[in-house]
Every structure is written in structure tokens, then in C-alpha cells.
């Protein structure tokens, strides 16, 4: 396969995913924004949100202060924003677009549809529709296009390189998502393995579709090491990180090189950390270290996909 078209392919699914997790990470401040709570406590929220997604210094370069639905907008509609909803829906669709002959009819007109119908919306109707209805939009039609890719898709390389975009911006943004929920109870004084902030986690389950799974597996008392355990080393939960390392790392066998080969040395070490690791040593470490660890591990494998299969940064 060509690397331009690799490029692409593995792109358009990457926004795509990132455009569905910003909708959750916004969903849950929006949830969490019902609480009642002081404006040092909002606007502190809502700072290291814009800091985890690395959005912080732009959003300071256009705003005078930090307000919530400012930030909402901001990492919603603003176009200037290349990190926000709409920008990554744009993205998914000219990286689609750019190899349309390679996906399915299918494919195409899932991802085009969404571009034009969230290129379309009013965001003043926000005020009549609620945000969390427009999560759910988001959320729905990341689902459909991921659906038409496996229900439709030849099992080649065009595949494979799809998924692979997939689930490493998938593991990036589950990372994110636990590391800021878990950092702002810290800062805010809460126990480490305390439940008394049951309504704050059961939201975070919530925003990542994972409520149901931990009531089924652990049939207790919400708690952070529970709820960290599920979504860093569950290997039969679809959004934690042991899952999603374990597609990488199959994704990057079934595509190898000449090139590859320490690429998939690392994700394969990884994979396997999260598969015989246990929480007791996480929390050993410090899950807020832990995880930076995790995103830079993350960071470094992207980065040795595009050198081993993509365009060139340069070009």
C-alpha cells in the first residue's frame, strides 16, 4: 500500500475517534457542571481540561478568561481550533475524501454526512436541544462510521490501517480522560480509594459507556482504583487501554516491514504490562505519573507509526 493512502486512512479514523472522545470529555464537565460548585472550582475544572487536551495556550491566545461556555464552544465549533469537534469531523472527512476509491460507498457517505450535517448546525440551538444532545449525535455517528468499517471493509491493509488509528487515539484519549478526573479530585483534597465522590465517578463510567460493565464486574461500591483498574488493565473492556494496546499490537504485526519491527517490540512490551499488571503497583507509582508515562508511550508509538508507514511529517 501506498503511504500517502495509509496516511490518510489511518488519519481519518484517528479524528474521527477524537472527535467522539471530545464529546465525552465534554459530556462529563457538562454533567458534572449540574453540581453545585464554586467558580474558582468551575473555572479550575475547565483550565486543566484545556491543558490535558493541550488546548490551553490557544484558547488563552483568543480569550480573556476562562468560562464555561466559552471553553464549550471553543472546543466544539471554533474552527481556528484544529483540535475542536467540528475541525476534527472536517479532518476525518478531506482524509477521507483524499482516498475515497479506497473505502467502501458506505464508509464515504457515512463520513461525509457527518460533515456536512455538523458543518450545518446552528450552535444557538444548543439553548433549545441541550449539549449533552449533540455528545450524543456525535457519539452516534463516530459508532455508525466504525460500524460500516468492519461490516463493510475488505480485511486488507486498508482495514488494518484504519483500526490502527482507531485504537491508538483511543488509548491516548482514555488515558486523558481518567488522568484529568482523577488529578482535579486529588488537587480537590478527595481520599484516593474514597467512594464518597460516587455521583463524580459514576459520571466519568458514564462518559466512557462503561457503567453497566463495572456494575457487572466488580457489583459494588464505586471507587477510583476500581474504576482505574477497569479502564487501564480490563482486557475485555472495548474502551480500556489493555484492549486497545492489544488491537494495536495485532494491527501492527498484520501490517510489518522491513521497518517496523522495534515499533512492534515496544507496543508488544506495552501490551503486555497492561496484561500481567496489576493496580496494587499502579497506585504504587502514582496513577497521575503512571499515566503521563502512558501517554508519552502512546506518543512515542505514533510517532514510530508515521516514521515505519506514513508520509513524512516534513512532507
Known amino acids: 500500500m501506498l503511504s ?5 486512512l489511518y ?37 486543566a481540561t484545556l491543558n490535558l487536551m493541550g488546548m490551553l495556550e490557544s484558547y488563552r491566545d483568543t480569550h480573556d478568561a476562562i468560562e464555561p461556555d466559552k471553553v464549550m464552544h471553543f472546543m466544539m465549533f471554533e474552527r481556528r481550533n484544529l483540535s475542536s469537534i467540528v475541525s476534527c469531523l472536517r479532518a476525518a472527512r478531506e482524509n477521507a475524501h483524499a482516498v475515497r476509491g479506497t473505502l467502501t460507498s458506505e464508509l464515504w457517505e457515512a463520513i461525509n454526512a457527518t460533515w456536512i450535517k455538523a458543518r450545518a448546525f446552528d450552535p444557538g440551538k444548543l ?7 449533540f455528545f450524543e449525535w456525535v457519539k452516534y455517528r463516530s459508532h455508525l462510521s466504525r460500524g460500516v468499517t468492519v461490516g463493510t ?5 486498508s482495514f488494518h490501517f484504519t483500526r490502527l488509528g482507531t485504537f491508538i487515539e483511543r488509548a491516548d484519549n482514555t488515558a486523558r480522560i481518567l488522568d484529568v478526573k482523577y488529578h482535579l479530585l486529588v488537587e480537590a483534597g478527595a481520599a484516593p480509594d474514597s467512594a464518597a465522590d460516587y455521583y463524580q ?12 460493565i463495572y456494575r457487572r464486574v466488580y457489583r459494588d461500591m464505586i471507587t477510583p482504583s476500581r474504576v482505574a483498574e477497569l479502564l487501564l488493565l480490563r482486557a475485555d473492556m472495548p ?18 516491514n522491513e521497518r517496523s519491527a522495534e515499533t512492534e517490540r515496544r507496543a508488544g512490551e506495552f501490551e503486555a504490562s497492561l ?30 507509526i508515521s516514521e515505519d508507514f506514513l508520509v513524512p511529517v516534513a512532507q
Open 127 to 133: 439553548d433549545e436541544t441541550g449539549a449533552s444532545e
Open 275 to 304: 496484561r500481567f499488571g496489576r493496580i496494587e503497583d499502579v497506585f504504587k507509582v502514582g496513577l497521575h505519573d503512571y499515566l503521563n508515562t502512558t501517554l508519552d508511550t502512546i506518543l512515542d508509538l505514533g510517532s514510530r
Open 11 to 47: 488519519w481519518m479514523s484517528r479524528y474521527m475517534e477524537r472527535a467522539e472522545n471530545l464529546a465525552r470529555i465534554l459530556d462529563v464537565h457538562h454533567r458534572m457542571s449540574l453540581l453545585p460548585q464554586s467558580d474558582a472550582e468551575v473555572e479550575r475544572q475547565w483550565a
Open 4 to 8: 500517502r493512502t495509509a496516511d490518510h
Open 153 to 157: 471493509m475488505l480485511r486488507d491493509e
Open 239 to 256: 474502551r480500556s487501554l489493555s484492549y486497545c494496546m492489544r488491537e494495536v499490537y495485532g494491527l501492527l504485526r498484520a501490517v510489518a
Open 201 to 212: 465517578w459514576s459520571t466519568l463510567l458514564h462518559s466512557v459507556s462503561a457503567f453497566e
